[in-house]
């Protein structure tokens, strides 16, 4: 099977080309390059045979078109996004462009290619989206796949509306597509502007971990390498037309989090007086800061026998030492544009 995997040069698309390269899958990594990319992500399979990197960009369609034409792929799993939601509060453009029209781009590209391949019925357009677009819980309940969409910031609303581009050409066109929402994620490679780095990194430099408000949020945490997994599980075995939530069954208060992490680092790589968790700051709430989210993940444990393989301490230890191993890979990200700066103050 070959498959464009856009967004394979970030965070969860790495992941996933990772995991289908040495599964054997033909896999050709579509990507822009932005400033959340790191080609070292997929250093490990780049020499592979069965693994190719373009350089495109989805708002291009010209460009999508050219790189479908040329690889008439069996299926697409469609990473590539802006995804911070604090840039998104003082950027909403880029995440319209990108989020929306770069989803209708590779929507309309996939049905040319599928229509041009004779609309073969094993083709996939895999999306992936995030929980987000379900909105805020109180402190019950979990988000099912039928939960009403209420998407509160900029970067839910972009994946909001990509979510409904995928149904609408699922019904209009017959496009062969599976969806998938699914909550934080955290692990190796993660672009040290995102919670979990941040705080290891911020600990490990000395300087004060931010907390948002009260550090009162509650998020589902999936560890990214079982993400890949689910995703390729679904993009194998999902139903046609059917979207899949994907948890970790792991939820924790920010707060609960960064002092895991601070009491694994205390363990791990000890300050000389003191624990890290005395660095812990409060800062000034995100606008718009949902409250909870949770993924009710008996669909895909039901229907495709899925379940992630670690507890959130189990990831957040190997988070840990692969962030204090790994100091070649996130050093050189600390000089990207905007990071170690506060996000999302210009609402
Ligand atoms: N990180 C999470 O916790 C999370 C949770 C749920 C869903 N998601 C979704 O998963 C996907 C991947 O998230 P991530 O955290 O790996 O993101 P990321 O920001 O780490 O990576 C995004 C990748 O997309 C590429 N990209 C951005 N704009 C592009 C464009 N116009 N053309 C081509 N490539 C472009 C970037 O270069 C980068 O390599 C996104 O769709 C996101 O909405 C993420």
Redesign the pocket.
């Given at each position: 099977m070959k498959i464009i995997v856009?967004?394979?040069?970030?965070?969860?698309?790495?992941?996933v080309v990772r995991q289908a390269v040495r599964e054997g899958l033909e896999v050709v990594n579509?990507?822009?390059?932005?400033?959340?990319?790191?080609l070292d992500?997929v250093a490990s399979v780049s020499n592979a045979p069965n693994y190719s990197f373009v350089k495109?960009?989805?708002?291009?369609r010209a460009a999508v078109d050219a790189v479908f034409d040329e690889h008439a792929p069996d299926a697409v799993m469609?990473?590539?996004?802006?995804?911070?939601v604090d840039r998104s509060i003082d950027g909403p453009g880029?995440f319209i462009?990108?989020?929306v029209m770069?989803t209708y781009n590779l929507l309309e590209a996939a049905r040319a290619s599928w229509a041009a391949q004779g609309k073969p019925e094993g083709f996939r357009f895999h999306h992936?989206?995030?929980?987000?677009v379900f909105g805020s819980l109180g402190e019950t309940g979990q988000f099912t796949e039928d939960t009403p969409y209420d998407p509160r910031s900029p970067?839910s609303a972009s994946?909001a509306a990509?979510d409904h581009l995928v149904r609408a050409w699922h019904e209009t066109y017959g496009l062969p597509v599976v969806l998938?929402?699914?909550?934080?994620?955290?692990g190796p490679?993660?672009?040290p502007e995102?919670l979990v780095p941040v705080v290891i990194l911020n600990a490990l430099h000395g300087r004060p971990i931010p907390i948002y408000g009260k550090g009162e949020n509650v998020r589902d945490w999936?560890y990214?390498e079982d993400?890949a997994d689910a995703l390729l599980t679904v993009l194998r075995r999902g139903e046609l037309g059917r979207s899949y939530n994907?948890g970790g069954e792991n939820e924790a208060r920010n707060i609960d989090l960064v002092q895991m992490i601070c009491a694994l680092l205390d363990r791990m790589q000890p300050r000389e007086s003191g624990s890290y968790a005395d660095l812990i700051t409060y800062v000034t709430d995100r606008p718009g800061h949902d409250a909870r989210y949770a993924i009710d993940p008996t669909r895909i444990s039901t229907e495709l026998g899925w379940r992630p393989s670690v507890t959130l301490e189990q990831g957040l230890e190997k988070t840990v030492r692969w962030y204090l191993d790994n100091e070649a890979w996130w050093r050189p990200l600390l000089e990207r544009d905007g990071v170690g700066n506060r996000l999302g103050t210009k609402a």
């Open positions: 856009t967004g394979g040069a970030g965070f969860i698309g790495s992941a579509l990507d822009a390059l932005t400033y959340a990319a790191c992500n495109c960009d989805i708002t291009d469609h990473l590539a996004a802006e995804s911070h880029a462009e990108t989020n770069g992936i989206s995030t929980d987000e970067y994946k990509s998938t929402n699914c909550s934080n994620n955290y490679f993660h672009f995102k999936l990214v993400h994907i």
